[in-house]
Each structure stands twice: as C-alpha cells, then as structure tokens.
C-alpha cells in the first residue's frame, strides 16, 4: 500500500526567509508525486508534479521540489517566502500502475511579516 | 471558462435524510474522484470513475453513492446509512490515469442539523 508522510503539522517562517515543507512517501515501483495547496475553504490547486526527468522540479508561485529517491523525499521548497503564502499544503502519490492518489495530513504554512 | 463546479457551496443534512452533491467539469476529462476532508485526517477518497457509466469504491465508500450517466457529471450522494457526514467534500477530475494531474472544485460543506 502506498503512504505519505508530512512530518510537520505546522511550518512557521519569517517573511523574505527561505521555506521548506517536508513530504516522505512510500510506494512500490515508480512514484508520480504532487504538491498542492490549499486556502481557506477552498478547493486545492495544483503547485508541480514529478513524474520523471529533473529530480528539482519547478511550480507555480515560485515553488520547487527535490525528489529524492534514496530518501523517498519530495520536499517543497520556496527560496524567499511571503505572506500570502500562508495555506495548508499536501503532498501527494501515485504508483506507476495505481488507480487511486494518496494525500498526506497536509502542513499549515503560517509566514509571518 | 473551464474548470469545475460544485453545488452548493454549503448543504444542511436533516437526520435520515439523503443528500446529493453535484460535481460538473467542462474540462473533457474522463476521469472523476470524491474526497472527504477532515480537519486533520488530509483527503480521503470516496468514490473514482475513469469511464461513464462505471465507477469504483474508494478507501470510504460506505454510507456514499454515485452515479456517471455523462461525462461532465458526477454526484455523490450521502444517505441516511453514512453517520457521520459533517465534513468538507471534494470533487476533482483528471485527464486520465497514473501521472495525470487532478483538478479540484471549489468544495461543498456538509452540516448535519
């Protein structure tokens, strides 16, 4: 059975400082592997995706991942956060042959000014 | 303007009483899922179709029905068996299978009076 892991409830970061969110899977073969986010009493967006190539993928937003295979990490990553960028976010995984996707708990990303 | 829709955004369950979310997208994709989300628990699937007129369970299908007569639609009802239906649903659809990427609603949340 596929799992994701956010390890963090809640991520807090100044304004302008680097953020990371922190996401670890587990899954048979290949993962295909998502960020999302999430505002108040909305539905999610779609942030980036990993499917295979480029271990550093690109977002929206100014977001980026690093897969990590050997680690089965897929941590968000933004270099200088703001305040809007306060939300809940989840990670989220796939196998190669799967039908269903598997969401973390999701992390509350508080930045504050 | 594409995307996808549910209806309506809130919705009161009377106790016994069976309800019906609406899910519609203009997006041509085949595939439709439901998830419930609670307050620390991330998103759990409910229901998935990858093709009209079949669908499957989820992880929490019990107490949920649906239905996939067209393409564009898929509502969920909660009946009277599901006892515990207070929760944030969304509906999300995706092109295809494996790495294709879900688009969400905006959400529809459900009180129990």
């Known amino acids: 059975a596929q799992s994701v892991a956010q390890p963090e409830d809640q991520v807090n970061v100044a304004e302008g400082n680097p953020l990371t969110v922190k996401c670890t899977y587990s899954v048979s073969g290949n993962p295909y592997l998502f960020w999302y986010v999430q505002y108040p009493n909305r539905g999610l967006q779609f942030l980036l995706k990993?499917?295979?190539?480029?271990?550093l993928v690109k977002g929206s937003y100014g977001f980026e991942a690093e897969f990590n295979k050997s680690q089965t990490s897929f941590h968000l990553k933004k270099p200088s956060a703001l305040v809007s960028d306060s939300a809940l976010y989840f990670c989220a995984v796939r196998d190669f042959s799967g039908d269903k996707l598997t969401f973390g708990t999701g992390t509350r990303l508080a930045v504050r000014p | 303007d594409g995307g996808i829709t549910q209806s309506p955004k809130y919705l009161f369950r009377k106790e016994g009483q069976n309800v019906t979310l609406s899910c519609e997208q203009n997006l041509n994709h085949d595939a439709m899922y439901w998830y419930r989300q609670d307050p620390g628990q991330g998103l759990r699937l409910i229901y998935y179709?990858?093709?009209?007129?079949?669908?499957q369970k989820g992880d929490i299908a019990e107490g949920y029905s649906v239905s996939r007569e067209k393409k564009e639609s898929f509502p969920l009802t909660v009946t009277s068996a599901q006892k515990n239906p207070t929760a944030f649903y969304l509906c999300?659809?995706?092109?295809?299978?494996?790495?294709?990427?879900?688009?969400f609603g905006p959400g529809t949340r459900l009180l129990v009076l």
């Open positions: 999300a659809s995706s092109l295809g299978r494996a790495g294709e990427t879900q688009y």
């Open positions: 990993y499917i295979t190539g480029d271990n």
């Open positions: 179709s990858h093709i009209v007129n079949d669908f």
